[in-house]
């Protein structure tokens, strides 16, 4: 492995003491001078049909600038995927927390007051909750009852089902032959499981400004992900010309884990800043985060599996249905990329699955972290725990004989490279001595431990472009558009810079994103940040040092290869004393005064290197879901990379309340190398705390539609009482580098999360011996299946 100063090394982040200090800005934060303040007037509803809208006290309120119901907005619907919804409800709501009026006024007083004065009468419609009674041919209730007749989008084309008038999206894969695959197996077991739909319980509720421009164009401030993503949503919704659209992020974007990708009510703030002529503001409650702001997807698993004595795995078969709520958003695309789950470990000869995105009558859904691995891996890794005891194999060896191997080509054809699954699953198995018997009782506690493996992939195709620009003093600026919304973005990308620049990472300085002034990158989602936009700096970083030695080259009368930088000098790699500092090379401006007025380079005027990475990718074939397996041989996937995660969870169970206390942890995870170790290991620390809370106590509970716990008192989340002593946590690197990447490096933030789930119930069954299926392992579940066990 290479030897580098900055990179591999914990760094403190560039954001830490403006964080820990208060002055970190979020778009929560800002204020526009004239600007008014949004709401929005929600269905109680779940469906039902608009009868009538009063909005007549409302406007007469003073200080209200405009009221707007579905017929003062753009006719059209929009999607990301299925066209499927209007800016604001018309004829027909959908869920209970669609969005049927808007207004703007003065200040947020006199909104809140406004929003109260307006009158709509409904009818009620019948709805449908439950995925399941949704998936029928002939349901209670259909939710987009034109759904064949809309327009579809051009990426993932969705495949709805005639026959089942309520499936927005059926992906599938078919490898092998399952049936045949059964018949050779020695053991065939089948399994149903389910995910509740629960939060992201972001820091900072969802925020726009949107302003209008005097040629006609628009500027919105967000607290979003991927400002390049939505301007392009914007263009598309409004006609609005790409060039008159821009779209700004505040340095910081208060949390996402996947709920602030895509759009919720951004097409209504702006149609109200279009109105207006004024910049106007809104910013969702906790109440309306809950509500309306986006969810994980809930998910009813089955799963059959068929394997020989020895554990080999033959055949699988899958059906997932997942509840996407009354638009597609996001939903769609979870619906696809959960099948990389299926395929990312497991070597499985014989693989079908079937896959469904389930229109209900519910609010929408959005990417959360750990997008679609979360749920298959729920289901997949309980089940190979119930494969190993039925067959008397150990947990770990029945995986350990099942995982791909380098070079070898997964279910959907791609050849499978950077592997990290063995790797993580040895590291934690040894930490724990996984072989040797814990103690099984104390009092009431009864104890046991579990383990579980997992695979996040990242979506393909992805690309991106980074600027890197020489400063006259010899530091560096780095433009791009990744998000900061607390991974620490800003510090790893500017590690990439220093480390090739030879500098410290405080003479790297980073431009906030924004359209008119940094180049496209989709969005930090898909774990693609330090893979993909790292690579992108890392080009954009040579094309910048290639122009400043062939600038320097004259001066030191040498070739420009001969050259290296650091420090702000260039140096001669066979002679590093003779050398020339970078602000040497500039000419600075003293026409009359020995005040400059600025500085230039004569010959160029500015060093300006540029990075471009679009990545090579291959789409599958939606009726199989395999790659063309001469695309393959080449080396190209549907999927960027997949990173590994493996956890081991003690716990204890106390069978007289149903508590589980988790007492020792041990996590790997592969990232192909470490950026930040540091940083590293803090993802994994706040992994650890969001999966403890969806094995055990995170769930929206829901009625008739409506969210019965929106608020963060009666929505239960990880506390620090709950997690394990500091001591008892064991952070484990297993990197398996990656070659698309200069220094190996991919994404760890997603998969540690949905192995925590699955180790969780093992564990569980390992103490008691019952078999929790359903998210959360509520204390009530396992009381009930204690009883039902001695029955």
Known sequence: MAEYKVLGKSVTRLDALEKVTGKARFCSDMSLP??????????????????????????????????????????????????????????????????????????????????????????????????????????????????????????????????????????????????????????????????????????????????????????????????????????????????????????????????????????????????????????????????????????????????????????????????????????????????????????????????????????????????????VTWAIESHMDMLAEKLGIDPAQIRMKNFLKEGEPNPQGEIVHSIGAEECLKEVTKTVEWGKTPVKAEGLWRKGRGLAVANKYSMAPTAAVALVRILEDGSIELRHSADEVGQGAKTVLSQIAAEEFGLSIDRVRIVAADTDATPYFPASSSSRTTFQLGKTIYLACQDAKKQLFELAAPRLGVLPEDLETADGEVYIKSSPARSIRVKELFIVERPTSPQAFGAFLE?????????????????????????????????????????????????????????????????????????????????????????????????????????????????????????PANQNVTLLMAPVPHKDNPYGAKGIAEVLVPPIAPSIANAIYDAVGVRITDLPITREKILKALKEKKR
């Not at 259909?142 to 989008?153: E, I, K």
């Not at 969870?649 to 950026?675: H, Q, R, S, Y």
């Open 603 to 723: 010959e160029r005027g500015e060093i300006v290197g540029r990075g471009v990475w679009n990545q090579p990718f291959v789409y599958e074939n939606l009726k199989t879901g395999e790659i063309d397996p001469e695309a393959a041989r080449k080396g190209l996937r549907a999927a960027s990379f997949y990173s590994y995660a493996a956890q081991v969870t003690e716990l204890a169970v106390n069978v007289e309340t149903g508590e589980v206390k988790i007492e020792k942890v041990a996590t790997a995870g592969d990232m192909g190398f470490p950026v930040n170790p540091k940083m590293c290991q803090q993802q994994m620390e706040g992994a650890l705390g969001m999966g403890i809370g969806i094995a055990l106590w995170e769930e929206m509970i829901m009625d008739e539609g409506r969210v019965l716990n929106p608020n963060l008192r009666d929505y239960l989340v990880t506390t620090f009482q709950d997690m």
């Open 34 to 375: 004239g600007m008014l303040y949004a709401k929005i007037l929600r269905s109680p509803y779940a469906h039902a049909r608009i009868l009538s809208i009063n909005t007549s006290k409302a406007e007469r309120l003073p200080g209200v600038r405009v009221v707007l119901t579905g017929k003062d907005v753009l006719e059209k619907r929009y999607g990301l995927f299925v066209f499927d919804q209007y800016i604001l409800a018309k004829d027909v709501v959908r869920y209970a927390g669609e969005g049927v009026a808007a207004l703007a006024a003065d200040s947020l007083d006199i909104a809140e007051k406004a929003i109260e004065l307006i009158e709509v009468k409904y009818e009620e419609l019948p709805a449908i909750f439950d995925p399941e009674e949704a998936f029928k041919q002939n349901p209670a209730a259909v939710v987009h009852p034109d759904l064949l007749s809309y327009q579809l989008g051009l990426f993932l084309t969705p495949q709805p089902v005639a026959e089942r008038p309520n499936v927005a999206h059926h992906y599938k894969i078919r490898h092998g032959d399952v049936e045949q695959g059964f018949k050779e197996a020695d053991l065939v077991l089948e399994g149903r499981f389910s995910l509740a739909r629960i939060h992201h319980i972001e820091a900072e509720p969802h925020t726009w400004i949107a302003q209008r421009q005097p040629d006609g164009g628009i500027t919105v401030w967000v607290g979003q992900q991927g400002i390049h993503l939505l301007k392009q949503y914007y263009t598309g919704i409004f006609g609005i010309p790409p060039s008159k659209i821009k779209v700004v992020a505040p340095s910081n974007v208060g949390g996402s884990f996947g709920g602030k990708v895509g759009l919720t009510a951004d097409p209504i703030v702006i149609s109200l800043a279009l109105k207006t002529d004024r910049p106007v503001k809104y910013s969702f409650t906790r109440e309306e985060m809950f509500k309306c702001g986006g969810t994980r997807i809930p998910a009813v698993i089955y799963i059959k599996d068929g394997v020989r004595r020895d554990g080999t795995l033959v055949a699988r078969e899958m059906r997932l249905l997942f509840n996407i709520g009354a638009y597609s958003s996001l939903g769609i695309l979870g619906v696809r990329n959960s099948n990389f789950g299926t395929m990312g470990s497991y070597r499985t000869p014989n693989l079908k699955v079937d896959s469904y995105g389930i229109y209900t009558n519910t609010s929408s859904a959005l990417a959360f972290r750990g997008f679609g691995s979360n749920e």
